[in-house]
């Protein structure tokens, strides 16, 4: 991962382009039908669909001054066959950024008729410190 200043952090955008970007994955999931806090109308009944939402807050200080940010990620995904496998692919995606499942959610989604895989992540991503010396 590129190293960012720490107000350019937005670890929504962070997962969201590594799963754009992660051509195993998209050779699946098609990165049109990725998307962050909402899942349009219009793609709701094409699976598979992914959609990213959580929260980052500040994190780990040095010297009083905040050097990185704590994430939590929600990433759901919609399939109208096991979506397991992809799920799993999703938390080996996740590992590039040293975030770690902390809960699944499996369930079949009553209004779509599609299987939800759930899963949240945590972690934790540090600022480039060299930017955050102050003179």
């Known amino acids: 991962m590129e190293s960012k200043d720490l107000y350019e952090i937005d670890i929504l955008d962070t997962v969201y382009r590594l799963l754009v970007d992660n051509e195993e994955f998209t050779q699946e999931v098609n990165p049109e039908h990725i998307f962050k ?3 349009p ?19 780990i200080y040095g010297d009083g ?12 995904l919609w399939d109208n066959k096991d979506p397991h496998k992809l799920g799993m692919k999703i938390n080996k995606i996740m590992k590039n950024i040293n975030f770690k499942q902390t809960d699944a959610i499996p369930e079949l989604d ?4 599609l299987i939800r895989n759930g899963k949240r992540f945590e972690g934790i991503i540090i600022a480039d410190t060299n930017n955050l010396i102050k003179e």
Not at 65 to 74: D, I
Not at 110 to 113: A, L, N, P, R
């Open 65 to 76: 001054e905040q050097m990185g940010w704590y994430g939590l990620v929600q990433i759901d």
């Open 37 to 39: 806090y909402d899942v």
């Open 41 to 59: 109308q219009a793609y709701r009944q094409s699976p598979p669909i992914v959609r990213i939402t959580g929260y980052q807050t500040p994190s």
């Open 110 to 113: 009553k209004d779509t008729f």
